[in-house]
Structure formats: structure tokens, C-alpha cells
């Protein structure tokens, strides 16, 4: 089985979370609403630091203005859309105070919303 090692990230402000709508441009997962997500690459130094970098790439928010509140270990999960493929996924959970997404090609829309609304 192949596999393949992604950071999902969910990022807090007050009781609100932020989930992103994957654009139709993406390989996998296109049009789905997420957390902020990115495969690990080889170059990465841990999961943490892909995850923070995932972080600014999709919303443009900066390394200072999150909190790291939660790291889980790692979740694997059979995916739905590959055959004989597995996703290895670091999830973390931040805090943030700043509002403002700057969405890249990625996602295509954003939302804060209510955790009981997941």
C-alpha cells in the first residue's frame, strides 16, 4: 500500500474555527471544505514546521500571530478516493487573533464557524 505522510491544521479564534473549501484546481480532495492541509515533503524538518508553513502559504497568517495548542500523533486513514493508498496525518490545533485570510490557488473560500457545525 502506498502512503503518503500531511499535516492538517485547525486554527482557532475565540469559539470560532477556520475551515477552507479546496479549490477544483487541487489533485486531491477538490471542492471539499478542510482544515489548512499540505503533504510533508522531504525537506521538512518535522511535521510541525510543515504545518506552519501550510498555515501561511493557504491564509497568508504568519508564524508570530499563531499558538500551537494541540499536536496529536500520527492518524492513519485508508483514503476514499485512491486505491490501496493511506493517508498519514499530523493533525495540530492553533490559536490565532487575526481575521484576515488571504486565500492562495488552493482553497477557494473560507469560513468561521462553530465547532458543533463540522
Same mark, same amino acid.
Given at each position: 500500500?502506498? %502512503?503518503?505522510?500531511?499535516?492538517? $491544521?485547525?486554527?482557532?479564534?475565540?469559539?470560532?474555527?477556520?475551515?477552507?473549501?479546496? $479549490?477544483?484546481?487541487?489533485? %486531491?480532495?477538490?471542492? +471539499?471544505?478542510?482544515?489548512?492541509?499540505?503533504?510533508?515533503?522531504?525537506?521538512?524538518?518535522?511535521? +510541525?514546521?510543515?504545518?506552519?508553513?501550510?498555515?501561511? &502559504?493557504?491564509?497568508?497568517?504568519?508564524? %508570530?500571530?499563531?499558538? +500551537?495548542?494541540?499536536?496529536? &500523533?500520527?492518524?492513519?486513514? &485508508? $483514503?476514499?478516493?485512491?486505491?490501496?493508498?493511506?493517508?498519514?496525518?499530523?493533525?495540530?490545533?492553533?490559536?490565532?487573533?487575526?481575521?484576515?485570510?488571504? +486565500?492562495?490557488?488552493?482553497? %477557494?473560500?473560507?469560513?468561521?464557524? &462553530?465547532?458543533?457545525?463540522?
Amino acid at each position: 500500500m502506498f %502512503s503518503t505522510n500531511i499535516v492538517t $491544521s485547525f486554527i482557532k479564534n475565540n469559539d470560532k474555527i477556520l475551515i477552507l473549501k479546496r $479549490s477544483n484546481k487541487v489533485k %486531491s480532495m477538490k471542492c +471539499l471544505w478542510a482544515g489548512v492541509s499540505g503533504i510533508i515533503e522531504k525537506n521538512d524538518t518535522t511535521p +510541525l514546521a510543515r504545518a506552519k508553513t501550510e498555515i501561511f &502559504e493557504e491564509t497568508g497568517i504568519n508564524e %508570530s500571530e499563531i499558538e +500551537l495548542l494541540k499536536a496529536n &500523533e500520527r492518524i492513519k486513514i &485508508e $483514503s476514499a478516493q485512491y486505491k490501496n493508498h493511506e493517508w498519514n496525518i499530523f493533525p495540530f490545533l492553533f490559536r490565532t487573533k487575526n481575521l484576515e485570510i488571504k +486565500l492562495n490557488w488552493e482553497n %477557494s473560500d473560507f469560513k468561521w464557524i &462553530e465547532p458543533n457545525e463540522i
